[in-house]
Nanobody, 126 residues
Framework: VQLQASGGGSVQPGGSPRLACAAS????????IGWFRQAPGKQREGVSC?????????YYSDSVRGRFTISGDTLGNTVYLQMYSLTPEDTGVYYC???????????????????WGQGTLVTVSS
């Protein structure tokens, strides 16, 4: 089982990068996939979750709702996080994680994550 996160980089405020979490060794349709971020000196923050087992239902933190869109591609076994209107406060390392299929319980599901991607750094700066 592996998760491979990619798509980070340096962007200007207002930028719109798309992160990808490519899964291998299991079928996305049986799980939920979450994204969380870790900024320097700050606690981990859950960003979004897609419940692939529950009709691709999506969930967002208050800080990103309306700016980020999560989606899952079952054929490509990849989850995407499209980010819009980035600010410097969105800077951090973004990780994806595999969660149980009960996505409606996110973010309380996070203690039951069992696999993580390696993280991809997003730096928002002018």
């Amino acid at each position: 089982v592996q998760l491979q996160a990619s798509g980070g980089g340096s962007v200007q405020p207002g930028g719109s990068p798309r992160l990808a979490c490519a899964a291998s060794g299991f079928a996305l349709r049986d799980y939920s996939i979450g994204w969380f971020r870790q900024a320097p000196g700050k606690q981990r923050e859950g960003v979004s979750c897609v419940s692939m087992a529950d009709d691709h239902s999506t969930y967002y933190s208050d800080s990103v709702r309306g700016r980020f869109t999560i989606s899952g591609d079952t054929l490509g076994n990849t989850v995407y996080l499209q980010m819009y209107s980035l600010t410097p406060e969105d800077t951090g390392v973004y990780y994806c994680e595999r969660l149980p299929p009960y996505g409606s319980l996110w973010p309380t599901l996070t203690p039951w994550a069992d696999y993580w991607g390696q993280g991809t750094l997003v730096t928002v700066s002018s």
